[in-house]
């Protein structure tokens, strides 16, 4: 690496906006770093050198006895010794500064136990089946995580979340730097800075409910949708399909808030999927009118048993748990 390259990786890696560039920490510095790579594509090199040592290496120190450190260096320093008066010596000594300069960090890495070693820096938080989490995180967000769920995200950027299943977000404000938040999922990308909403990506789609705040949606065919408090947008990148409504009283819709299940003129065929989703169990209808019967009214999930007896009760039926189904009869 040449001295101008040399100097230019040291200025990154004490360079604050370079360092957010790197850990996707900052839009703004993110932009401007892009754009900077683009109009010096021969810098490339260097600054993603510069990125690898801001977020991949890890110093372990171990302890090596000095007798140890002195015999391996006096071995590479006789080997880089020019013989007295050859007319190669001149040309040897030039070398050996390069080597010396080799040297003297592989010493210091023997010395400490440098080693540079890729770092897992994900975080995953998973649910079973019948399971429901509260999370807090680094920046002061609360996550509530439905069973059969999964979020995750990198230590360096606890703001940008990709989640698989049923999560209830409630999203610190930072006013201070306008710092946003992201939800990533397999159709879309939801952007906010702080607010409270509902994400959940079962039946081969993603449904996000806007309780406060606002909200931009960028879906995964490159367009965009903004919400307001009180909406719910549904959208699938497989058939591109997508719905945006209104919560109403007249709207049929099934959602969760923490913990309950919140249904308004809801078959019990979709009730049963939510419970199916969220407990691994499989739902058989023994009589099967019951199916298209609605149901409205919020059915707390933080218990099977508890929930079934909530759906037993609104709907007029019997539900029996056998290996695993669940059993529907007319009560």
């Known amino acids: 690496m040449s001295k101008q390259n040399l100097s230019l990786l040291e200025i990154l890696i004490d360079d604050i906006s370079f360092v957010n560039w790197a850990k996707n920490q900052n839009q703004n510095d993110v932009a401007f770093w892009n754009n900077w790579i683009e109009k010096h594509p021969d810098k490339i090199e260097t600054v993603f050198n510069a990125k690898a040592i801001v977020l991949g290496i890890q110093f372990d120190k171990t302890k090596l006895s000095e007798s140890k450190i002195e015999r391996e260096l006096s071995h590479v320093l006789a080997q880089l010794e020019p013989e007295k008066n050859s007319p190669k010596s001149k040309k040897i000594t030039s070398k050996a500064f390069k080597y010396i300069a080799i040297t003297a960090v592989l010493v210091l890495m023997v010395t400490f136990g440098y080693s540079f070693l890729p770092t897992n820096t994900t975080v995953t938080h998973k649910t079973v089946f019948g399971e429901i989490i509260d999370l807090k995180l680094p920046d002061g967000t609360s996550v509530v995580l439905n069973g059969n769920s999964e979020i995750s995200y ?57 309780d406060e705040g606002s909200i931009e949606l960028l879906l995964d065919d490159g367009t965009t949708q903004k919400m307001i408090p009180g909406e719910l947008v549904s959208y699938s990148k497989d058939d ?28 019990v065929y979709e009730v049963m999927k939510n419970v199916e989703q969220a407990y691994g169990m499989k739902t058989e209808f023994i009589d099967e009118e019951l199916k298209d019967q609605k149901l409205t009214g919020g059915i707390p999930n933080q218990n099977l048993k508890i929930c079934l007896s909530a759906i037993e009760k609104s709907t007029g039926t019997r539900i029996v748990v056998k290996d695993k189904r669940l059993l529907i009869f007319k009560n």
């Open 154 to 210: 990198d230590k360096t950027s606890p703001r940008n979340i990709n989640l698989s299943g049923e999560a209830y977000f409630k999203v610190k404000s930072i006013p201070s730097t306008k710092a946003k938040f992201w939800v990533n999922t397999k159709d879309l990308k939801v952007e906010v800075f702080g607010t409270q909403f509902h994400v959940s990506t079962r039946d081969n789609k993603t449904g996000v409910l806007l």
């Open 240 to 267: 591109k399909a997508i719905t945006h409504d209104k919560v109403t009283q007249d709207l049929s819709y099934s959602l969760w808030r923490e913990g309950t299940y919140i249904f308004n003129n809801t078959t």
